[in-house]
């Protein structure tokens, strides 16, 4: 599926700061990951200091890209992708605590 994305052609749909509207330096947008699911780009604003993470997906339909702003390093981001996956036991755990009420108390624990 991502033969036909041309990643450094289609990184120039990173053009303009959501925050300050100035122009993206393309050399200042990193790609973290790149698989058959689409690209992981990491952008800093050199005038506001904003992140932007945007993953672009290549379909028969054309590019598409979801975008977020973020207050991670490009580190953080990429230790957070190569976490475990959420399983059912997961989701379970979490119910269970939120109708105990104990979510909030563990994640202090956590933190």
């Known amino acids: 599926m991502m033969n036909n994305f041309n990643s450094p052609l289609n990184l120039k749909l990173i053009k303009r700061c959501p925050i300050c509207s100035s122009d993206y330096k393309q050399a200042n947008i990193q790609i973290l990951d ?26 028969p339909q054309g590019v598409i890209g979801n975008a977020i702003l973020t207050d991670l390093s490009p580190q953080e981001v990429l230790d957070f992708a190569v976490d475990n996956e959420i399983d059912a036991d997961d989701v379970l755990d979490i119910q269970a605590m939120l109708s105990k009420k104990e979510l909030i108390k563990n994640f202090k624990k956590l933190v």
């Open 34 to 59: 790149e698989n058959e699911f689409g690209v992981l780009t990491y952008a800093s604003c050199v005038s506001c200091k904003a992140n932007l993470l945007t993953k672009f997906s290549s379909l």
